[in-house]
């Protein structure tokens, strides 16, 4: 009989700025100059109070259901400033502070979840590759892997990330996207938001695997394990990732650990599920209060700064919220312009129809 | 200028077009070395090269999804699913994707792609390659469902398919794929979309069909040619969206009008044809509409295909009871 072991694997975790703001490991050269950290840091506070606008718009009907991503701020500020700015995103629907630093306008995406298509037609010029939100979960991990073969194809020099839950990797999209990113070596970066919850089903019962990040190897993909609490280490890895798939290295898989401190949506109540001891542990853990905690270590960042980038934040997000409830609904005729490039005769008599509502 | 076969004919169209638009990309199973199950795509990976002409692994949901991502790029991408009863694997990204891109960024992207499939039953294929589901993709909004019907038609059809800017599902019958030879002049010229073909006029009755149901369709219509009775004939050719108005005029003219197709009854495409006859052209029906269709069973495997499939003498019987009702 011959039996050998044909394959095997280990699975990296890293982490740089412990739970507490400690550094536990030597800071990336990105991160050895203040002001990158406390762009980084003022970012995701401004996503925060965005957040805690969003949802407080819903809780006075002003804005629809809305998936907020209070603790999880840091992985799509991390990744998104680790982008290049003509590298393509591609969505799940909690990257909320990745869309605001790749350009979408706050008040596009309160229109989105506001009830209007308006908030998907990107203005800026710099997101106008980008995909909208997606809320069919992982399918947009295939259309990451489309538009990583486009450019490939046309041998650009430019990579394509996309975000996904815990829960999508129990999708077949997922595998199927992984699969074919490691067969055609692809520029294609996947991020695991691994935040414990997919709404009330926990993660010991999504998978048995150890980690997520795992199901990458399987695919030939480099994959590995960040602590994604910490900004600091999710970007290093997330930009090591986009520069192998500049390289044409091929694709890259990080699993990002954080945790959903709020409900699914605001459409959930997560105390039906969810024990509240949980939460304390993973609220000490919080990745805003431990960069801040860092910066005021090396007197970098205090009490009076925060208070006046709070107020500044506040005000950009109260300036999209006037803009967002200032916008006209669409026109009636606006379910029809887009159907198609032009409107086929057959469905004239309902456009006129319409039109007399 | 040779006589063709509708595989034929799709084969050049794909080739123009490939040479034409450097564009236009083709993926699937099965598409490069092997030229697809059925030979649509045989000698384009040698013309075209790897990168335009794609092996994909084997996942209908892959290549539907990979096709909304590089038709956000402006890719043309023409995606071969090998048969139609394969291709509800990838019904997610086709009907919450492929079909809304355009309308749900309001015209920042869109997905200029052609989904090929065989389809039909007729050719005593194993199980779930006889589908004729079309009704399920013409229910979807702002998809087009285009069939064709011959190898000019293929030809026409599918170049008018690729150009489109916005998504086409284009079906193929697998049992017309080499039963006529027509001469096809390989010159780039597209047919429309969103039309009715009318292939023959006649005054007593209306014969509404598409895809492989036309060739029982012109055979009932000579024999009736005989017996007296002048059947027009429409090829529906474009099944989403509908072009009701050439069906609609060929029916205030004849009073009588049979619908033909191989999917099932309930709830097919011909249910919408009647149902917007009665609604537009009622005081032009002189008799009942009526349907000659598949049963509302699952297509049996291939020792009774042979009974599912309307046959000229079902058509024969319909166009009858409707010439004697008045
Ligand atoms: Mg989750």
Sequence with gaps: ?357 | MTAITLIEAINQALDYELNADPNVIIFGEDVGVDGGVFRATVGLLDKYGTDRVIDTPLSENLIAGLSVGLGTQGIKAIAEFQFMGFLYAGLDQIISHVSRMRNRTRGRLSCPIVMRTPYGGGIHAPEHHSESTEALLAHIPGLRVVIPSSPAMGYGLLLAAIRDPDPVIFLEPTRIYRLVKEEVNNDGTALPLDVCYVLRDGTDVTLVSWGAMLHETLKAADTLAQQGIQAAVIDVATIKPLDMATIISSVQKTGRCVIIHEAARTCGVGAEIAANLAEFALTSLLAPIKRVTGYDTIMPLYQLEDHYMPHENDILQAVHEVMEYA
């Design chain 1, 1 to 357: 009989m011959v039996e050998k072991v044909v394959a095997k694997f280990e699975i990296k975790y890293r982490q740089i700025l412990d739970q507490h703001g400690n550094l536990v490991e030597k800071l990336p050269e990105f991160a050895q100059n203040p002001a990158n950290l406390i762009e980084l840091y003022k970012h995701m506070v401004l996503a925060r109070i965005f957040d805690a606008k969003a949802v407080a718009l819903q809780r006075t009907g002003k804005l629809g259901t809305y998936p907020a991503s209070l603790g999880q701020e840091a992985i799509s500020t991390a990744a998104a400033s680790a982008m290049h700015a003509n590298d393509i995103l591609c969505p799940y629907y909690r990257d909320t502070a990745g869309y605001i630093w790749r350009g979408v306008k706050m008040e596009e995406i309160l229109l989105y979840w506001g009830g209007s298509e308006l908030g998907s037609n990107y203005a800026n010029p710099a997101v106008k590759e980008d995909l909208p939100i997606c809320v069919p979960i992982a399918s947009q991990t295939l259309h990451a892997a489309g538009i990583a073969l486009a450019l490939k194809i046309r041998q650009q020099q430019r990579a394509v990330l996309t975000f996904i839950g815990d829960g999508g990797t129990s999708r077949g999209d997922f595998y199927e996207a992984l699969n074919f990113a490691g067969v055609r070596k692809l520029p294609l970066v996947f991020v695991i938001n691994n935040n414990h919850w997919a709404i009330s089903v926990p993660l010991e019962q999504q998978t048995a695997t150890a980690t997520l990040a795992q199901k990458g190897v399987a695919a030939n993909i480099h994959s590995e394990v960040v602590d994604g609490n910490d900004v600091i280490v999710t970007k290093q890895a997330i930009s090591e990732a986009i520069a192998r798939a500049h390289a044409g290295a091929g694709p890259s898989l990080i699993e990002a650990i954080t945790y959903r401190m709020c409900d699914h949506t605001t459409a959930d109540d997560a105390s039906r599920y969810r024990n509240p001891d949980e939460l304390v542990i993973e609220k000490s853990k919080d990745p805003i209060l431990r960069l801040g905690k860092y910066l005021e270590s090396i007197k970098q960042w205090d009490i009076d700064r925060d208070k006046e980038w709070q107020a500044a934040a506040n005000s950009l997000v109260n300036n999209a919220v006037e803009n967002y409830l200032n916008t006209a609904a669409q026109p009636l005729t606006s379910m029809f312009d887009f159907l198609y490039a032009t409107l086929p005769s057959a469905l004239k008599t309902q456009y006129d129809m319409v039109q007399t509502r």
